[in-house]
């Protein structure tokens, strides 16, 4: 029973040290998720679009996936971070800006990428469960955890299901991909993931195990 206790004191007091309470963080989401709505749903169809391109196997689709995801990623940095969750966290303007070079690295990426597809069945398969899992699996689960639309993270605009798209569509990749692209992407899945204990947001698990994942993959496939 000892370290039951422990660990409940620990996350008691990390959760203490937290700039915002748990009511404070998602009543956010609600005011950010109203606030700029419909935006979510051209989130949505933003990646439709880059998915359909992927498996349609279109000559532009590597370039107009990462392209997507440059611009979700700034969208987030700037809007998300600086506009709102910096009302509650003075870190979230540092958030952002790492956000926003996310998106310029991206952006880069995207003037020069001629593929994404082709990765071997079994990375594929991942790859495509990480992307189902942030895009559909994601937002029910908040909602079956008692987190639903408005007050929960929605895909494309908040960082986490954003990141684990990103690592998801990544994935994909036959051949290996600059490190720079994973660097903040995984700063942010240890970040963000320490919200499925100290916040209660159950879907964030998948986060970190999408990161790592998606490295090790990376780190196996073949220089272009």
């Given at each position: 029973m000892i370290p039951i206790r422990v660990n409940r004191d620990v996350l008691r007091v990390s959760c203490e040290m937290l700039p915002f309470t748990e009511p404070e963080f998602f009543a956010l989401f609600s005011r950010y998720n109203l606030a700029i709505w419909p935006v979510q749903i051209v989130a949505y169809a933003l990646a439709l679009t880059a998915l359909c391109a992927l498996l349609l196997r279109a000559r532009w689709a590597a370039s107009a996936t990462f392209a997507v995801l440059a611009a979700l990623w700034a969208w987030t940095g700037a809007v998300y971070h600086v506009g709102f969750f910096?009302?509650?966290?003075?870190?979230?303007?540092?958030?952002?800006?790492?956000?926003?070079?996310?998106?310029?690295?991206?952006?880069?990426?995207?003037?020069?990428?001629?593929?994404?597809?082709?990765?071997?069945?079994g990375e594929q398969i991942a790859g495509w469960i990480?992307?189902?899992?942030?895009?559909?699996?994601?937002?029910?689960?908040?909602?079956?955890?008692?987190?639903?639309?408005?007050?929960?993270?929605?895909?494309?605009?908040?960082?986490?299901?954003?990141?684990?798209?990103?690592?998801?569509?990544?994935t994909l990749s036959r051949t290996r991909l600059p490190w720079a692209l994973y660097a903040i992407p995984a700063i942010w899945s240890a970040i963000g993931g320490s919200a499925a204990i100290l916040l209660g947001v159950a879907p964030d698990w998948g986060l970190p195990a999408a990161g790592f994942l998606a490295i090790a993959l990376n780190a196996r496939k073949p220089t272009a």
């Open positions: 910096s009302e509650i966290n003075r870190a979230a303007s540092l958030f952002g800006a790492a956000f926003v070079l996310q998106a310029v690295l991206v952006l880069l990426h995207a003037l020069k990428a001629h593929t994404i597809s082709g990765a071997p069945p990480m992307i189902g899992y942030a895009t559909l699996l994601y937002p029910l689960l908040n909602a079956w955890a008692g987190h639903a639309f408005p007050q929960a993270p929605s895909f494309g605009v908040t960082p986490c299901p954003l990141t684990i798209f990103t690592f998801g569509v990544m």
